[in-house]
């Protein structure tokens, strides 16, 4: 998806340059997709990537401030709904205050409770996930068909937490070192008290219908970026040997 005002893409800011090529190496057509949807525009897409969609009035920034309206219209909600439950494949990938706030609407259509929050390890540089203390969980996902698929740990980059549908299954789940603060404006935490976020979730997937949904709520996970601000991230942080084998799995 690259008609939301995406802030990762197929090329760009915040690319998904590495998400692309991971993918196309392992024999998938990716393609840029730049059509509202509809069930006309949906029916030639077998999986559809949204990656921190946004809405225009909220764009830059300077406009992470609440309200934070939805990237998705109605019309388009009730659009990739039916095309879920009819077959197709979506994963949706969310972040921190305001991305998660613009995919909460569609996130519910499937149950799932976004929450338009920062979620941060108090403790921990890089945050790990780990089957040892079975904040990754095991599953179809993190198992893979053959024990080179398995996978053990997996590092994120803050990003936001979530409720699931008993219909979910979690792939992450918060401990108890996890907090999450809620602000009017994104990062501004100046008198906001957080909340424990422990048994929250940050990824997670369930079958709908005909169709499938994976939603996780960090984006910098499945990207490769050298940043001044926050150093390596997503495929080339060194820690993180395992994220590029998560995505192949989803």
Known sequence: DEVHYNRHTYGGLGSFIAFR???SKDGYKVVS????FTSNSLQKVRLMVIALAQNKRNLGDTNWTNPIYSAFKLSEIIAIKKWVTNG????LIVDHHPFAGAAKDLAKEFGFELFNGHALDTIRDPSFFQRANKTLHSNIITNGRYSTEKI????????????LSDDAKPILTFDNLWLQWLPDTAWQFNNIEPTSIEGFSQGSFREF?????????DGNMFSAQDTDWGG?????????KYNYKLLLNI
Not at 33 to 36: A, G, I, L, Y
Not at 88 to 91: H, N, R, T, V
Not at 232 to 240: L, R, S, T, V, Y
């Open 21 to 23: 090529t991971v993918l």
């Open 33 to 36: 997709f730049k059509e509202q």
């Open 88 to 91: 197709g494949s979506l994963f």
């Open 152 to 163: 053990d740990s997996i590092i994120t980059f803050s990003g936001a937490a979530m409720k």
């Open 209 to 217: 219908g005909n169709g499938k949904i994976v939603i996780f709520s």
């Open 232 to 240: 390596k991230m997503g495929f080339i942080d060194p820690n993180a």
